[in-house]
């Protein structure tokens, strides 16, 4: 095992004893190397209900209230292992350290206290000398709630942060919404909420690219030409996107009907994206 990956897991370990209930470190494929999560849904409540959620217990259901000195001390106990433990790998956690990012076990930006949250980790990280501190905070979310002020007031305070919204969009289309990510909300509003955000803070479209299998056919989503339409307007505002074939299985009882689709694929839907300006990552 390589030095890096030997130390996430003696800090998995370390979570797993001290029993922490917001922060996750994780190894990650997107981010490409350590994430440290913050979950405000520990009770697997999110608004939405994609069909590749790998959360088990999903369910719809409010926020729950938040433990904020906890959330605090669990994310500074994080931090400070890091600092103790990674001198001796000759590493610092700016450059081991990928992001903190909010994510977790539901949408972060449903909880009424994820401005709090993020005020506190603003506060955290501002008393850290640079090199102790992440590369940097990120937002993952599924953007429903970007139409708030509230949580554009939070964007901008992201933004202030240096920080970076990656912004699911898995449809084509306002079927593919309701399919994909049980939504309930048509394209076009969605699409104005991933305005509003790429307006305030520097933002990411993540898009989960799959087949399904419907009536023995394979369906992919979102399908090209619609989810190319849909954000052509949005070129010159968005930083990229990030193109992704789900690499853990669902948790969902849709699981059976999903299916992961051949790099060959994701890369023609990269290339068609390319062709028309976009920067586009992908992580099959
Ligand atoms: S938005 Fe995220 S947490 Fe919510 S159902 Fe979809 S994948 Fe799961």
Known sequence: MTQPLALFHSLRQVAEQQ???????????????????INLHPNHCCNWHCIYC??????????????????????????????????????????YVQDIAFAGDGEPTTSPQFSAALSCVQQLLSQKPEADRPARVRLIT??????????????????????????????????EMLTVNDARLPLSLHLQRLKA??????????????????????VTTPSLDGYIEALQPFKENIAGILLYSIARASQQDTQA????????????????????????????
């Open 197 to 218: 955000c790429s307006q305030l803070c520097p933002t990411w479209v993540q898009t989960a690219v799959m087949q399904r299998r419907v009536e023995n056919k394979l």
């Open 19 to 37: 029993d922490w209930q917001y922060i996750y470190p994780v190894w990650s494929r997107r981010a490409q190397g350590l994430s440290i999560g």
């Open 142 to 175: 599924n953007g429903s709630q970007m139409h708030l002020a509230t949580t554009q007031q939070a964007m901008h305070v992201l933004q202030q942060m240096e920080g970076e919204v990656w912004f699911k969009l898995d449809a084509g289309n306002d079927a």
């Open 54 to 95: 790998q959360v088990p217990g999903l369910q719809r259901g409010a926020s729950p209230e938040i433990d904020m000195p906890r959330l605090q001390d669990e994310l500074t106990a994080c931090l400070d292992w890091l600092t103790e433990h990674l001198p001796a790998a000759s590493l610092a956690v700016s450059d």
């Open 257 to 284: 009907s999903i299916q992961t689709p051949d790099l060959s694929l994701l890369q023609r839907y990269a290339a068609a994206l390319q062709a028309r300006g976009f920067n586009v990552r992908v992580f099959a």
